[in-house]
């Protein structure tokens, strides 16, 4: 295939994958990165059709604006990617600086050393690019859910070859000249190996937005929208796999419940109860231990599994959950001082099989009543019933 035909198919390939990505934009989050990946392959392609149209000896506006296309293309990726693995990606502002920045350059590469100077500055800039891009997806694969490190470390694999091939041949223009590079074997190889990188990107993006797709639907069914926290299906899940271990830990349940909750709905809203629910939850996730877990598992109810805990820590664990509640400043719609919010809590005795969860849960519901019955704001553990006043 001449090289020729194989731009004008990598052109059309890279405008339709901008095309796919638009509309797969349409359907995700604003700031998700896709629609930059959407109008980064759009110039891509549109800049390849321009150099074939422009012919060999394009003026010097024409080729700025190919050269700048591309470099756009390329940094739409890799902000685009930033975005959507929840990294900063630059404002707008900054992005008209690099342009300028790279007009300037490229009027001063070519002065100095015509064609082989515009070559060698754009290859060596998409290089730059190309590795940041690279780089990127490999210090952001460790943090990211296990359905998404694969097509990330694809993507290290195939950015880092081409930024690779792509700084050799920048490197070369000022040593062979434009012609060998454009037209001879490594002109063919170097097009071919980007044709098909532009392919399986094209392919990879794609894998990475049904994985994060995949992942987030798994999440919505173990977790509860509203608070992040697990819900009664996560919730099941965990307890059923903690049960299963080889080795498994006893847990103690803590029962915990907001009080008064339905007078916050009632005098400022359900925004203000959504706020006030959120806030409670971020306060309990951030007091418990990291082998902890725990579920909203009522409209104002949540439940804490305390693993391998004895009674003292236990209860240690409820006082610490009791004080970060009543410490809040909520600060709710339309409300100008801050609201002040108490929860009752119920502690089971220890369970050491998933029938035993199912009796212990039964056990730190009734306490949890004891304490409301006892005035509210207070602790009371199962068996003896002791209340603590706070």
Same mark, same amino acid.
């Given at each position: ?47 390849? @059709? ?9 003026? =010097? ?7 700048? @296309? ?16 929840? &990294? ?25 050393? @015509? ?49 690779? &091939? ?40 794609? =894998? ?16 509860? @929208? ?165």
């Amino acid at each position: 295939m001449d090289q020729t035909t194989i731009i004008i198919v990598l052109a059309v390939h890279l405008v339709c994958s901008g095309a796919l990505f638009w509309l797969i934009g349409r359907a995700m989050p604003p700031h998700s990165g896709v629609n930059r990946w959407a109008l980064g392959a759009v110039l891509f392609g549109l800049a390849y @059709a321009g150099r074939l149209l422009a012919g060999p000896t394009p003026t =010097w506006p024409a080729m700025l604006l190919l050269d700048g @296309a591309m470099a756009l293309a390329s940094l739409l990726f890799l902000t685009g990617l930033r975005q959507f693995v929840a &990294l900063p990606a630059g404002r707008w502002p900054l992005v008209a600086l690099f342009l300028l920045g790279f007009a300037a350059v490229h009027a001063l590469a070519v002065w100095s050393l @015509a064609a082989a100077g515009r070559h060698m500055l754009l290859n060596l800039l998409l290089s730059v690019l190309y590795g940041t891009l690279a780089a990127e997806a490999l210090r952001a694969r460790p943090r990211q859910a296990r359905a998404l490190r694969p097509p990330l470390l694809m993507l290290v694999l195939m950015m880092g070859s081409l930024a690779l &091939l792509t700084l050799l041949r920048g490197l070369a223009f000022p040593l062979v000249g434009t012609g060998p590079l454009h037209h001879g074997l490594f002109g063919q190889l170097y097009y071919g190996y980007a044709s098909l990188a532009s392919v399986m990107l094209g392919l990879n993006l794609v =894998w990475l937005v049904f994985a994060r797709l995949n992942t987030q639907l798994a999440e919505l069914a173990s977790h509860d @929208a509203l608070t992040r926290l697990l819900n009664r299906n996560g919730l099941d899940d965990v307890v059923r796999r903690h049960f299963a271990a080889r080795e498994s830990r006893p847990v103690t349940l803590l029962q915990i419940d907001i009080d008064h909750f339905k007078r916050v709905n009632d005098n400022h809203g359900h925004a203000a109860g959504d706020a006030v629910l959120r806030e409670i939850a971020a306060a309990l996730s951030a007091s418990v231990r990291a082998s902890d877990f725990i579920a909203r598992t009522g409209g104002e109810e949540f439940l804490v599994g305390c693993v391998a805990a004895d009674d003292g820590v236990a209860w240690a664990l409820a006082e610490r959950l009791l004080a970060a509640v009543r410490r809040l400043d909520i600060r709710v719609p339309g409300v100008k001082v801050p609201l002040h919010c108490t929860v009752s809590i119920g502690i089971s005795r220890r369970c050491n099989d998933k029938a035993g969860w199912e009796r212990g849960w039964a056990e730190a519901d009734e306490a949890l009543y004891a304490a409301k019955a006892a005035g509210r704001d207070r602790i009371v553990a199962a068996g003896a019933m002791r209340a603590d006043l706070r």
